[in-house]
T-cell receptor, first 114, second 115 residues
């Protein structure tokens, strides 16, 4: 499978706990994106990397959220002190600079905060 | 500010009917890109089409066609002879200026095709 992969697919956590998600992009893609999708809504942009550099962050990305892409390959998204409002599907996408914005999405990680 | 509006929340059709999904966008940029994605019940977003702001030619791909009109800021999507497998949530999205940055999505239209 050469698509975007995400791990875990589902995560249930208690409020106040920290969680970390992983995304592995398509191997030749140098751009990686994180989005959040809540029920009945379209995906909302969180942050974007080109190689290892984090180039853009949404105002939705509060200081409890941090993302890294240490070697320009896989990325992690960490949420500290989770709140019930963080319950959502977290989507990762990747693209190459030659794709003119065509982003390929992974299956997502569904987070439930109890 | 950029915005994408999909006014149709849900559409239900019977197989073989044609259906059009509406998308209206707002942007101040002269260079931008428009997209349609499909999200089937399995959940994974599937890319369907990309259009740049300088190319207003309509596009047809099999049973799918897209109508881009800058004058009305619309990028509508038509499925001809719909099939049950077309049942999904369809999202229209906008990317401004430099390709490869954030996609701004609409809220999506849920299409249900019954047999």
């Amino acid at each position: 499978d050469t698509g975007v992969s995400q791990d875990p697919r589902h995560k249930i956590t208690k409020r106040g706990q920290n969680v970390t998600f992983r995304c592995d992009p398509i191997s030749e893609h140098n751009r990686l994106y994180w989005y959040r999708q809540t029920l009945g809504q379209g995906p909302e942009f969180l942050t974007y990397f080109q190689n290892e550099a984090q180039l853009e962050k949404s105002r939705l990305l509060s200081d409890r959220f941090s993302a890294e892409r240490p070697k320009g390959s896989f990325s992690t998204l960490e949420i500290q002190r989770t709140e019930q409002g963080d319950s959502a599907m977290y989507l990762c996408a990747s693209s190459s600079t030659g794709d003119l914005g065509e982003q390929y999405f992974g299956p997502g990680t569904r987070l439930t905060v109890t | 500010a950029q915005k994408v509006t999909q006014a149709q929340t849900e559409i239900s059709v019977v197989e073989k009917e044609d259906v059009t999904l509406d998308c209206v966008y707002e942007t101040r940029d002269t260079t931008y890109y428009l997209f349609w994605y499909k999200q089937p019940p399995s959940g994974e977003l599937v890319f369907l089409i990309r259009r740049n702001s300088f190319d207003e030619q309509n596009e047809i791909s099999g049973r799918y066609s897209w109508n881009f009109q800058k004058s009305t800021s619309s990028f509508n999507f038509t499925i001809t002879a719909s099939q049950v497998v077309d049942s999904a949530v369809y999202f229209c999205a906008l990317s401004e200026a430099q390709a490869g940055t954030a996609l701004i999505f609409g809220k999506g239209t849920t299409l249900s095709v019954s047999s």
